[in-house]
């Protein structure tokens, strides 16, 4: 899984509770990702990050915020979670232009 | 891992025929074009990539084309096998947009033996 792991695997939350989902990298690369997956819309970028405290946002960023205190760490923060983000979270890591590593996934349900 | 139970179009081939795969992208200005698999319960995985300024790249078994003038992009899988069961998605990218991965909608490819 070139070194990205993603915690927790599987969550379940209540409408309007904050969650916080983490990836962890080993490979020391600049670039990191958070992508949701939903039946339909394929893969659609949240928030990514281009180095330590440096991010931005991605298309359906709305309700979701990220940090990256540290290269090997990005986290993505449910402020008040709601039934839309129920969803299978990836998390990325790029090396060079094109190549992308993902993580297994996060399926976070709201309840 | 994880799955999602995608709607997607569906490519039904045969074991051991070639499998051509289309994408429609948007972004005339992207750099680079790329295809990903995703296998059931997993992230998705680099295949293959081209750059804007070419019109054809080859990799082992695969083949990626690009027309420009239409948008459109397409990979082509030779001799397909059960393990190229999967979904594929194409993505670009573009380095005026902080080198960005945006992905397209995908096509789910079932190989019958």
């Known amino acids: 899984d070139a070194g990205i792991t993603q915690s927790p695997r599987h969550k379940v939350t209540e409408t309007g509770t904050p969650v916080t989902l983490r990836c962890h990298q080993t490979?020391?690369?600049?670039?990191m990702y958070w992508y949701r997956q939903d039946p339909g819309h394929g893969l659609r970028l949240i928030h990514y990050?281009?180095?330590?405290?440096?991010?931005d946002k991605g298309e359906v960023s709305d309700g979701y915020s990220v940090s990256r205190s540290k290269t090997e760490d990005f986290l993505l923060t449910l402020e008040s979670a709601t039934s839309s983000q129920t969803s299978v979270y990836f998390c990325?890591?790029?090396?060079?232009?094109?190549?992308?590593?993902f993580g297994q996934g996060t399926r976070l349900t709201v309840v | 891992g994880e799955s999602v139970g995608l709607h997607l179009p569906t490519l039904s081939v045969q074991e051991g025929d070639n499998s051509i795969i289309n994408c429609a992208y948007s972004?005339?200005?992207?750099?680079?074009f790329i295809w990903y698999k995703q296998e059931s319960g997993k992230g998705p995985q680099f295949i293959i990539d081209?750059?804007?300024?070419?019109d054809k790249r080859q990799g082992q078994r695969v083949t990626v084309l690009l027309n420009k003038t239409v948008k459109h992009l397409s990979l082509q899988i030779a001799a397909t096998q059960p393990g190229d069961s999967a979904v594929y998605f194409c993505?670009?990218?573009?380095?005026?947009?902080?080198?960005?991965?945006?992905f397209g909608g995908g096509t789910r490819v079932l190989v019958k033996p």
């Open positions: 490979e020391n690369h600049r670039y």
């Open positions: 990325a890591i790029k090396q060079g232009r094109t190549e992308a590593f």
């Open positions: 993505a670009e990218t573009l380095k005026a947009a902080g080198n960005k991965l945006t």
């Open positions: 990050s281009y180095g330590v405290k440096d991010t």
């Open positions: 081209i750059r804007s300024n070419m």
């Open positions: 972004n005339s200005a992207s750099d680079y």
